[in-house]
């Protein structure tokens, strides 16, 4: 009454031995410059609340798991050729949120010999409706390399492609320990035809040399 302005606030009520919530509005009506009468509305905001909180509840849980998976997901609209990314993609590309993918730019992060590989799975994803599933190397936005897993797969609607739907995972960990086992696997094999050679040396200057080459060659050690 005395501000002469409309006015809004929620408030908690027990109720039936529940907590409901409530929004109020009221408005002064002015006549001659006084307020004559308050009229308002009250609102039940009990539903909208429970549903508001389950569904900050599903999102904190999502973004959860993409964190502790490493998994991003990101959406393409191709009429508009605009990208929308989750905070973890963001991260996997060590790039600010909130700035705006642009699909040239994204492509261009990926090492050369993988770009084409992407684009003719992206090309085809929007153009055939095919699906694709990679794995390629990102240089980051801070320089750093890493090894992705990323997915896509085109959203129809009246039978025309409106959009492309993927995902993306951090899986640099994993190709580094297939690395090392495969370079283990393969100094393994290496000792293996080695011991073939061994045996079959007559001298001792014979075993002498293969071993140094061995050393050399194999484990990278200076004979």
């Given at each position: 009454?005395?501000?002469k302005?409309?006015l809004?606030?929620?408030?908690t009520?027990?109720?039936?031995g529940?907590?409901?919530?409530?929004?109020?509005?009221?408005?002064?009506?002015?006549i001659n410059?006084?307020?004559?009468?308050?009229?308002?509305?009250?609102?039940?905001?009990?539903?909208?609340?429970?549903?508001?909180k389950?569904?900050?509840?599903?999102n904190d849980?999502?973004?959860?798991?993409q964190?502790?998976?490493?998994?991003?997901?990101?959406?393409?609209?191709v009429?508009?050729?605009?990208?929308?990314?989750?905070?973890?993609?963001?991260?996997?590309?060590d790039?600010?949120s909130?700035?705006?993918?642009?699909?040239?730019?994204?492509?261009?992060?990926?090492?050369?010999?993988?770009?084409?590989?992407?684009?003719?799975?992206?090309?085809?994803a929007?153009?055939?409706g095919?699906?694709?599933?990679?794995e390629?190397?990102l240089?980051?936005?801070?320089g750093?390399r890493k090894?992705?897993?990323t997915r896509?797969?085109?959203?129809?609607?009246n039978?025309?492609?409106?959009?492309?739907?993927?995902?993306?995972?951090d899986?640099?960990?994993?190709?580094?320990?297939?690395?090392?086992?495969q370079?283990?696997?393969?100094?393994?094999?290496a000792?293996?035809q080695?011991?073939?050679?061994?045996?079959?040396?007559?001298?001792?200057?014979?075993?002498?040399?293969?071993l140094?080459?061995l050393?050399?060659e194999?484990l990278?050690?200076?004979?």
């Open positions: 009454i005395q501000q302005e409309p809004e606030y929620e408030e009520i027990p109720l039936d529940h907590r409901t919530h409530w929004r109020t509005r009221l408005a002064p009506v002015i410059g006084e307020v004559r009468q308050i009229v308002g509305t009250t609102q039940d905001m009990t539903e909208q609340r429970r549903r508001k389950k569904l900050e509840r599903q849980l999502f973004r959860r798991a964190e502790i998976a490493n998994v991003g997901a990101w959406e393409y609209d009429e508009t050729g605009t990208s929308w990314w989750t905070q973890e993609v963001y991260r996997i590309h790039r600010p909130g700035e705006d993918p642009i699909r040239s730019d994204v492509i261009s992060h990926y090492c050369s010999e993988h770009r084409n590989t992407l684009k003719e799975a992206f090309r085809g929007i153009q055939n095919e699906s694709y599933d990679l390629l190397c240089d980051t936005d801070s750093e090894w992705v897993r896509g797969e085109p959203q129809w609607e039978g025309e492609i409106v959009r492309l739907r993927g995902t993306i995972q899986i640099t960990d994993r190709k580094r320990r297939e690395e090392a086992l370079n283990r696997q393969e100094k393994v094999e000792l293996y080695a011991t073939g050679q061994l045996l079959q040396a007559e001298t001792r200057e014979e075993v002498a040399d293969f140094v080459a050393a050399n194999e990278g050690h200076p004979g």
